[in-house]
């Protein structure tokens, strides 16, 4: 079955980097386009960023553009979200996510998602 494992995360001081992975499995990690999200403490999920299958195409949110880069590793089934420049409102539990065969970037809208690792950003 489908599985989605992620690492990486922890506290950071503001302007501090983490880079999470993804580990997949259970699925062709090549054919899909993959995804990352996040919740913060009292919010709903928020769209994080896309990459598509062959990693050439990626599109992020614009509180996170100029400092996150998504990348994928299609020989290790491993998606990845490099984060710099953390600030406080970049603290809550990052989800990385499946997409559909057909999907359109920006949406909160996958099929399977991982369990989450937490991101807090803090003095």
């Known amino acids: 079955q489908v599985q989605l494992v992620e690492s990486g995360g922890g506290l950071v001081q503001p302007g501090g980097s983490l880079r999470l992975s993804c580990a997949a499995s259970g699925f062709y990690f090549s054919n899909y386009g993959m995804s990352w999200a996040r919740q913060a403490p009292g919010k709903g999920l928020e769209w994080v960023s896309d990459?598509?299958?062959?990693?050439?195409?990626?599109y992020y949110a614009g509180s996170v553009r100029g400092r996150f880069t998504i990348s994928r590793d299609n020989a290790k089934n491993t998606l990845y979200l490099q984060m710099n420049s953390l600030k406080p409102e970049d603290t809550a539990v990052y989800y990385c996510a499946k997409r559909e065969v057909k999907w359109v970037p920006g949406t909160i809208d996958y099929d399977y998602w991982g369990q989450g690792t937490q991101v807090t950003v803090s003095s």
């Open positions: 990459i598509n299958s062959g990693g050439h195409s990626t």
